[in-house]
T-cell receptor
Framework: AQSVTQLGSHVSVSEGALVLLRCNYS??????LFWYVQYPNQGLQLLLK??????LVKGINGFEAEFKKSETSFHLTKPSAHMSDAAEYFC????????????FGTGTSLTVIP | GAVVSQHPSRVICKSGTSVKIECRSL??????MFWYRQFPKQSLMLMAT?????????EQGVEKDKFLINHASLTLSTLTVTSAHPEDSSFYIC???????????FGSGTQLSVL
């Protein structure tokens, strides 16, 4: 069985500060891990994905995430927050890159304070 | 916690038939539901946004007559793939926005295979 836990449903950071959004997963098979972002009134956009290649994954808009098997974590980071980063972020796990069930976390709402 | 039930999880059908996928919010009211599609090794792609009691808003390139969406109640939205063809084979997933909290919750998806 697979599941995802996102710690912190709301995170606030100052503009220019480090963004850290936490995601822990459980999976009985080697997982594929994803971070999606949803801006207000829009659908999901893929930020980045881990597919068993490099453990440090770089995504769009300066975001990156590191797969740590020993900690079963896939935390999302960005060195310097922009106002435009304010959105809802979802971590997801799947057994494959597509054609398999997804399990999403409950989301983390990121607020960026000017 | 809030749960979105998506059914069926897998369906195999013959070309030319129609398939209905249900998305239910089990313990909350969903004013808005989203339908996504994913091809292998690609990202989720938003197909349409449906609001209870009104017509769905389709993304560019998504055929309205092919993918019928009905959001008749605050807890149920359905996606019907009409006259399915092999190229419609894909993974479909829904999400529902909680009327009270505004939070978004996801179904676990439906794998459609058209023979």
């Amino acid at each position: 069985a697979q599941s995802v836990t996102q710690l912190g449903s709301h995170v606030s950071v100052s503009e220019g500060a480090l963004v850290l959004l936490r995601c822990n997963y459980s999976s009985s098979v080697p997982p594929y891990l994803f971070w999606y972002v949803q801006y207000p009134n829009q659908g999901l956009q893929l930020l980045l994905k881990y597919t068993s290649a490099a453990t440090l994954v770089k995504g769009i808009n300066g975001f990156e995430a590191e797969f740590k098997k020993s900690e079963t974590s896939f935390h999302l980071t960005k060195p310097s927050a922009h106002m435009s980063d304010a959105a809802e972020y979802f971590c997801a796990v799947s057994e494959s890159q597509g054609g398999s069930q997804f399990y999403f976390g409950t989301g983390t709402s990121l607020t960026v304070i000017p | 916690g809030a749960v979105v039930s998506q059914h069926p999880s897998r369906v195999i059908c013959k070309s030319g038939t129609s398939v209905k996928i249900e998305c239910r919010s089990l313990d909350f009211q969903a004013t808005t539901m989203f339908w996504y599609r994913q091809f292998p090794k690609q990202s989720l792609m938003l197909m349409a946004t449906s609001n209870e009691g009104s017509k769905a808003t389709y993304e560019q390139g998504v055929e309205k007559d092919k993918f019928l969406i009905n959001h008749a109640s605050l807890t149920l939205s359905t996606l019907t793939v009409t006259s399915a063809h092999p190229e419609d084979s894909s993974f479909y997933i829904c999400s529902a926005s909680d009327r009270a909290s505004g939070k978004l919750f996801f179904g676990s998806g439906t794998q459609l295979s058209v023979l």
